[in-house]
């Protein structure tokens, strides 16, 4: 039972993050601010992927094991450059390409066909 709380918490609580950014964006204040994360969610999947890469060497055996050795607010401070980088290499990527790697190489299998890459 505490599994399913757990999941319907954590599906709740991305509702109210998804809910909270859409009314943000609605306000003209926050479009320009809101809009820099677009790089990001253009290359959600590769955004994506190296996350998890960088989780498991740092959390996990496969690198450095701190899972459960550092504190939440330690977490974050690791979080938030990393989040940066990644907002940079696709704004980077962004402004030389269509797509992001992952996507690419996704889309292509999808489509059984190489696609365009650069701009």
Same mark, same amino acid.
């Given at each position: ?9 954590? +599906? ?8 909270? *950014?859409? &009314? ?6 926050? @479009?320009?601010? #809101?809009? @820099? ?8 999947? =590769? =955004?994506?992927?190296? @996350? =998890?890469?960088?989780?498991?060497? #740092? +959390? ?6 701190? &899972?459960? /050795? ?6 974050? #401070?690791?979080?938030?450059?990393? *989040?940066?980088? @990644? !907002?940079?290499?696709?704004? !980077? !990527?962004?402004?030389? +390409? ?6 690419? &190489?996704?889309?292509?299998? =999808?489509?059984?066909?190489? /696609?365009?890459?650069?701009?």
């Amino acid at each position: 039972m505490g599994g399913f709380l757990f999941d319907a918490f954590n +599906f709740s609580l991305s509702l109210l993050y998804l809910a909270g *950014f859409s &009314l943000l964006y609605r306000r003209a204040r926050w @479009q320009p601010l #809101l809009h @820099q994360l677009v790089p990001l969610g253009k290359m959600a999947l =590769t =955004t994506y992927l190296v @996350q =998890t890469a960088f989780g498991l060497v #740092l +959390f996990y055996g496969l690198g450095f094991g701190l &899972l459960g /050795q550092i504190s939440p607010a330690y977490c974050m #401070l690791l979080a938030a450059p990393v *989040f940066a980088c @990644q !907002w940079a290499f696709s704004r !980077w !990527w962004l402004k030389r +390409f269509r797509l992001g790697p992952v996507e690419w &190489l996704w889309r292509s299998g =999808t489509y059984l066909k190489w /696609q365009r890459l650069r701009l």
